[in-house]
């Protein structure tokens, strides 16, 4: 049973704005019923401003709760605020979404962008990047935009992951290689583009990430840890207080400590606990 916020059984149990805008402004669509989910958004835009919103959709609980609360987002902020809210946002909002029902969120911002792109009706003037049509996912309708965007807004790393907010290789599998074709062609580029670090400099990079962003994480829930040593990308690291003793330290290693230093000095970097 997955775990859901007491803000997403809110949402699914009393969605807000639900129903049509027959004179909307702006419509926009997601998903599809083939696929299991659908979303159709309604707005009412006056003066650069969304003045109502309003929804249908067909999916699970998250599914709905998403696109209530983004209804909740959007009434009464300037166009210019609603274009950048992301998936991520969406989530942060439901005080976040099981990994396999991010999806959900990933339609409710799909759904907002077409919106947008049909009431300015013209991409250059809504400034949107020109996206490329390769279909991936046949069985679910996903293309490669839909997984980069995916993978440059939360960070993803795997195809499982790229799964849970697109579910792109969800079903048959066939794609699962085209996607981690993708997702690692992705970050070799990130890592590419940064600047290339002396051992030593990468040694006090990766001190004072641990020290200034992942040590004070740790110890809002009363751990901690502690530099032991680094050879070449592998870093050695001992877990302090309560998280040396969580059943959960494994993946508070590689989800949360290995991946920061990834995303922030190399993506070769490999972290290992020693005792």
Partial sequence: MWDYSEKVMDHYRNPRNVGKIDNADAIGEAGSLACGDSLKLYLKIENGIVTDAKFQ??????????????????????????????NKDIADQLDGLPPEKMHCSVMGHEALEDALKNYFNDEMEFNLPEKQDKLI???????????????ETNKLKTVEEVTNYTKAGGACGKCKSTIKAIVDEYWAKQDADKPKLTQTQKILKINSVIENQISPELQKDGGDIELVDIEDNKVYVKLRGKCSGCKNSHMTLKVFVEQTLQETVSKQIEVIEVQ
């Fill in 57 to 86: 959709t067909f999916g699970c609980g998250s599914a709905v709760a998403s696109s209530s609360i983004l209804t909740e987002m959007i009434i009464g902020k300037p166009i210019e605020e609603v274009r950048k809210i992301t």
């Fill in 137 to 151: 996912c046949q069985c679910f309708d996903v293309h490669e935009s839909q997984i980069l965007e995916a993978i």
